[in-house]
């Protein structure tokens, strides 16, 4: 009753109700209209039963098959998942070992020490792609390994730039952290180690899981660091639509796409709800 | 905080492994890179390091020059655009209610969380010869056409003799409309973040003084917003002056940036030493930015405490 | 073994410095075994720093700290035999009431039985039966602060340590936790250490109290005797309510002292002082009436009075007698002195005996 009564009833308009007024409203519908049309449509067109993308014709999956029985294009997606996987393992004990440093100790040096640890973030991605090739040139890594270790070079690289974004997040999760609470576990008996198994690890939770997350997406969706770190054995899913797309615009590319769109919408989606979760929960301590 | 010396065993352990990955995988990669840069090339593979500053000169060369140049006009473009649709955009979320707030949110931010190869990808299509905005300009000049026709104006070709598609891409254009749709959240964010930050009796007593809502925004509100906005500034234009892949999807053979003729010096052009000047370049504008940021939110923030 | 009268926490001399600043100052104290001590003192007198010193938590720069006969000066805070109840509880938000309780014994390696048993007792003391299973989030503050009561004497600790252990909570219920935990520790028998701000909490639950000032200790005593013989100015004034006046002391004989007072005049008592002094009288210990008292052995001063406070069962009565403060006198509302109300403008004599002044020299 409460929901009609809303619509119907529009109570009147105070001067700072920006969101009412129809000339900003329309700049942003205008606005989610140019965001997402370009993507819906992409999404559209990976069932369109033409080989031309412009026209619909009808409904296919027949694209999809294809893409999953190509076979190049599937080894590349295992690459990127497992790449993404044992990069945000390794981001994540990192990560949480420079968040919980940079939380609990005064030390000569700190402020070099968070200037590194952020420096991933803010390097544009073509300096530090061009920087691990030369490194990868001149130190000679080794070039034919089987697989997966040929995916050793980009999985480090992807740790590289990943795990300072997992820090920044566990970090702002111990911010809200009761030093007390350690106290009081030491208080209690604990050592050093215990302290942290039973008393921050659990509070640090919530954050570890939304930077596992992020680095996950972000080493998933890498392109440029990747472009320049890998070789013609080692090629990731993002670098095969890339070459893909340079040849011929299918269908074919439309359907890895939103394969991949929606993997990533699924995961962030989980990495929200997970924090929303957890941010209940305080509320109730 | 305590002292690193209370407990050393558990700070090194703490502190080493980060710091090592960095210094080893980040930080010799870069310096290898800073020491090519003043470096020469002596053979095919070789680079015999000279400290010499001609491959710095060489980006002053009127040929890379036009295209440090239009980097940062492009980059310009992007952030103004971004600016203009960003201002109202945030301005329509930070003033919507509190249960609405975060779904808008999400919905500007959703983007950016699919993958950008894909997202330029998706422009691609759209911007096209024979793209959607040109298929629906088509379907349009047909309506127009036949109504022409019926009108008995058929025979003038004012329309034209037939549809002309727009050159929507492979240009300067496409670029700049890329980059605005890869950099739109970065610049809604931090606009968000001042706006909601802001005191609303501020607004209403402008209001009550008489100041139409225009004239409150540019006196008022602007103002106050200034550390976000230069923040979203700094954040959009940045990324925006170092990007490789809009341009090298949606760009022509004019509208190169620099990461494009880095990427060319590393690969086919084997010109280490230069990319890597040119990527240093980069870099300190980087730094510089991130720099002249810093200092502007904390000078804002002491202004306010004041 | 340590021998009954011996003192189950001993600073010899300690001090700890953070930076230039000094938070607490050649501090030599005695806790005598089963007492309800007290650490009394205004916000930065150092008596939180000397907690966190007997806990663990901080190690003095000068000195020896002796915690049952054993010199625990360097000794880690998992490795004493002391436990501290937190003034924020400190109780681990994802872990229910049980394992917070349990969780000091998990770590001792006591077996799981043993550990369920002792929980259970401890709750029962603390009266959170049946509370096992709930989480921190569930619980009122006064329930959260009987966990961490729990916790803490779950491990049987030689001392208790509590920090503020009432500051958080409303003004009805810290009184009958007042009452509660001095029951507690004399159920226990465990040697309790409070640290607190308030005077009149230290007043009604303590067996000893220590006044701090300014990192040092200015007077170890029971509450009477901090209450009716204060060894200087600060605790005169700290604790309680007082009356101070300035003057100045010679000897008159050979244990009397004539004080020359700008307001009192001249007051002669007995004792042994010289030079600048400060005389205090209680509030409760001065008469007001209309006409001059002539009882021997009485000091008078002639005022008008300018404010009353009433409280219920008694009323503060505040009198002008021409110095920088007025005067403050406490009268019992149901006895009156024979006298009518007194009213704010009224022209009183205030008096009392001259036993019942005080003589500071500090």
Request: aromatic share 10%.
């Amino acid at each position: 009753m409460n929901i009609i009564k809303k619509i119907f009833m529009k109570s009147p308009s105070r001067p700072l109700d920006y969101h009412r007024r129809w000339p900003l409203r329309t700049i942003l519908i205008c606005t989610l209209i140019f965001l997402y049309a370009p993507i819906f449509t992409l999404i559209a067109f990976s069932f369109n039963d033409s080989k031309r993308n412009i026209v619909w014709h009808g409904f296919t999956l027949k694209y999809y098959e294809k893409a999953f029985a190509n076979a190049e294009l599937m080894l590349a997606f295992g690459n990127s998942l497992a790449i993404a996987l044992f990069s945000t393992l390794i981001s994540i004990v990192l990560g949480s070992l420079a968040a919980y440093t940079l939380w609990r100790f005064r030390f000569p040096g700190k402020a070099a020490y968070e200037g590194v640890m952020v420096l991933p973030v803010v390097v544009p991605e073509i300096c530090m792609g061009v920087a691990m090739m030369a490194f990868i040139a001149r130190t000679g890594w080794p070039q034919d390994v089987p697989w997966p270790l040929n995916l050793g070079a980009i999985t480090i690289a992807h740790i590289a730039f990943c795990f300072p974004f997992a820090a920044i997040v566990i970090r702002a999760r111990l911010q809200s952290f009761n030093r007390e609470l350690a106290e009081s576990a030491h208080d209690l008996g604990a050592g050093e180690f215990q302290v942290f198994r039973d008393i921050i690890l659990p509070h640090m939770r919530p954050g570890i899981i939304a930077g596992g997350l992020l680095a996950f997406t972000l080493s998933l969706d890498d392109f440029v660091i990747t472009f320049f770190t890998s070789g013609p054995n080692s090629v990731t899913f993002p670098v095969k639509i890339y070459s893909m797309m340079r040849f011929s615009v299918t269908p074919e590319v439309n359907a890895a796409s939103t394969v991949l769109i929606i993997f990533t919408i699924a995961l962030t989606a989980i990495a929200l709800r997970l924090q929303y979760r957890s941010q209940m929960t305080e509320q109730v301590k | 905080m305590e002292p690193w010396r209370k407990t050393p065993f558990v700070f090194l352990v703490s502190f080493l492994p980060p710091a090592l990955w960095l210094a080893v995988f980040f930080v010799a990669p870069l310096s290898l890179l800073w020491l090519f840069s003043f470096g020469d090339k002596s053979g095919i593979t070789d680079i015999e390091l000279k400290w010499t500053l001609t491959n710095y000169a060489r980006a002053l060369d009127p040929l890379y020059l036009g295209v440090v140049l239009k980097s940062l006009w492009i980059a310009g473009a992007t952030t103004a655009i971004c600016i203009m649709i960003g201002l109202p955009v945030a301005l329509v979320i930070s003033f919507a209610p509190g249960r609405v707030q975060p779904w808008l949110l999400l919905l500007i931010i959703l983007p950016f969380w699919t993958n950008l190869l894909i997202r330029t990808y998706a422009l691609i299509a759209v911007l096209r010869g024979n793209g959607h905005v040109n298929s629906v300009l088509e379907w349009l000049w047909h309506i127009g056409d036949g109504i022409l026709g019926m009108v008995g104006l058929g025979d003038y070709d004012l329309l034209g003799a037939g549809f002309t598609p727009l050159a929507l891409l492979y240009n300067d254009g496409a670029v700049v409309t890329g980059l605005v749709y890869v950099h739109l959240p970065f610049m809604v964010l931090p606009l968000y973040a001042a706006f909601d930050r802001l005191d609303r009796s501020l607004i209403e007593a402008s209001l009550d003084l008489g100041a139409g809502h225009v004239r409150t925004f540019f006196s008022i509100i602007a103002p106050l917003a200034l550390p976000g906005i230069v923040s979203g500034v700094i954040i959009t234009f940045i990324p925006a002056l170092g990007a490789y892949l809009t341009p090298d999807l949606l760009g022509g053979a004019d509208s190169q940036m620099i990461a494009n003729i880095i990427e060319r010096q590393f690969k086919a052009a084997n010109d280490w030493p230069f990319g890597s000047a040119l990527s240093f370049l980069l870099m300190y504008a980087a730094f510089f930015g991130m720099a002249m940021r810093g200092i502007f939110t904390k000078r804002a923030a002491e202004g306010g405490r004041r | 073994m340590l021998a009954q009268n011996e003192p189950i926490i001993r600073l010899k001399g300690v001090s700890k410095f953070f930076g230039a600043a000094c938070a607490v100052d050649n501090v030599s104290l005695d806790v005598m075994r089963g007492e309800f001590f007290a650490l009394v003192g205004p916000s930065g007198c150092g008596k939180t720093t000397l907690l966190r010193m007997l806990a663990g938590f901080e190690t003095p720069d000068t000195g020896n700290l002796f915690i049952d006969g054993r010199d625990m000066t360097g000794v880690r805070a998992n490795r004493r035999p002391v436990n501290l109840v937190f003034q924020s509880y400190a109780i681990f938000p994802h872990m229910s009431v049980a394992e917070n309780v349990g969780y000091g014994l998990k770590i001792a390696g006591l077996a799981r039985d043993e550990i369920m048993a002792r929980t259970a007792e401890v709750l029962r003391l603390v009266k959170l039966t049946g509370q096992e299973k709930k989480h921190p989030g569930q619980l009122s503050g006064g329930q959260r602060q009987r966990v961490a009561l729990a916790r803490a004497l779950v491990m049987r600790p030689a001392v208790l340590l509590l920090d503020e252990p009432l500051s958080a909570l409303d003004a009805r219920l810290r009184e009958a936790m007042q009452l509660e935990l001095v029951h507690l520790q004399k159920t226990v028998g465990i040697t309790f250490l409070i640290v607190t701000h308030d005077q009149s909490e230290a007043l009604s639950m303590a067996d000893r109290i220590a006044v701090m000032d300014q990192g040092a200790i200015c007077q170890v005593a029971s509450p009477g005797e901090l209450y009716e013989a204060p060894n200087c100015r600060f605790v005169a004034d700290f604790i309680g309510k007082i009356n101070l006046f300035e003057g100045a002391a010679a000897m008159h004989g050979k244990d009397r002292i004539r004080i020359n007072s700008a307001i009192l005049g001249e007051v002669e008592l007995t004792g042994a002082a010289r030079g600048a002094v400060t005389l205090a009288v209680r509030p409760e210990k001065i008469r007001i009436s209309c006409e001059p008292q002539t009882l021997l052995d009485i000091i008078q001063v002639r005022g008008r009075v300018s404010d009353i406070a009433y409280y219920g069962g008694y009323s503060s009565v505040f009198i002008d007698i021409g110095a920088a403060q007025p005067l403050m006198a406490d009268i019992m509302n149901a006895e009156q002195n024979g006298m009518r109300n007194v009213t704010p403008g009224d022209n009183v004599y205030c008096s009392w005996r001259a036993a019942d002044t005080l003589l500071l020299t500090g």
